[in-house]
């Protein structure tokens, strides 16, 4: 009897699998719509956001185009996005947690990774991420000439590992590595002489906690400019207010002088740098 109750009961959720499944390949793409957007109305993280489409991807997966995140008031971080993809990990699901892998084509390149809500059964709350990112376009990402107070330009590859709340991400912990290659940055003043920072290549490796940015290395290379930092940054609401405290060493070939030491404070936006 066991024994039948057993087999019948595979062949049972077998089938409810397949309709399950079935029911999902077929739900029209306005319905996927209204059923992303439910969901999205029920997280409270403080963000914004907009997509124009929703398209089921297989397996038991949904890919929206037109994809903006923003605060709601409109300023600071925003992530925009032609299509991004995402996939539930379906053995979280069972133990009643949301997490998703992520494929996204944005900003002139990819971003890849995972994303996982730590309260059971909640898609708000704290969250922690782990993406990979390669061949973004610094120039088409207007809020980060916002952030900064200045125009960047470049490509920008790398890592980030982040936990925390998504509102309140200068209160969480994470890892940061990035490189920007063949890059320029404005100047609102000269620094070092130069109007503007060309380089070839820039590297950081940034640790989040505590409302600091721990800078364990800073590295630039250019024909114009070189140097090496650490240090650190602490987080202020409006990013380019953040201060400074980095100490280098520099070496700026057209002004003919060799390596030498300095401490660059300030904040973000107006950075002061002090030979030592």
């Known amino acids: 009897m066991k024994e039948a109750i057993r087999k019948y009961g595979a062949y049972a959720l077998f089938g409810l699998a397949v309709l399950v499944f079935f029911a999902w390949v077929r739900m029209p793409s306005e319905a996927v719509r209204s059923l992303v957007l439910s969901a999205i109305s029920k997280n409270q993280a403080g963000a914004l956001v907009r997509f124009d489409t ?8 949904v890919t929206l185009t037109g994809l903006t995140v923003q605060t709601k008031h409109g300023r600071g971080l925003r992530f925009e996005a032609d299509t991004v993809t995402a996939h539930p990990a379906l053995l979280s699901l069972l133990a009643g947690r949301l997490a998703l892998r992520i494929q996204a084509a944005s900003m002139g390149g990819r971003i890849d990774g995972n994303i996982a809500f730590r309260d059971r059964f909640s898609a708000s709350g704290p969250v922690s991420a ?3 990112f390669g061949s973004i376009n610094a120039a088409v990402c207007p ?3 916002e952030l900064l107070g ?14 925390g709340l998504p509102g309140q991400w200068t209160a969480g ?30 590297e950081s490796n940034v640790d989040l906690g505590n409302g600091t940015l721990q800078v364990n290395r800073l590295q630039v290379a250019g024909d114009h ?18 201060q400074i405290a980095l100490r280098g060493d520099v070496n700026v070939p057209a002004a003919g002088q060799e390596r030498f030491a300095v401490d660059v404070g300030g904040t973000i936006a107006s950075p002061v740098v002090t030979p030592i």
């Open 130 to 132: 782990d993406l990979t």
């Open 54 to 61: 929703a398209e089921l991807a297989f397996p038991f997966g």
């Open 225 to 242: 400019l070189q140097g090496e930092f650490r240090g650190s940054i602490r987080l202020e609401g409006d990013f380019s207010r953040s």
């Open 173 to 202: 912990s994470g890892h940061l590595e990035l490189a920007l290659v063949n890059g320029l940055i404005s100047m609102q003043a000269p620094l070092f002489g130069l109007q503007e920072m060309i380089f070839t290549r820039m």
């Open 143 to 145: 809020w980060v000439a």
């Open 150 to 163: 200045r125009a960047v330009r470049g490509r920008v590859d790398g890592r980030l590992r982040f936990e």
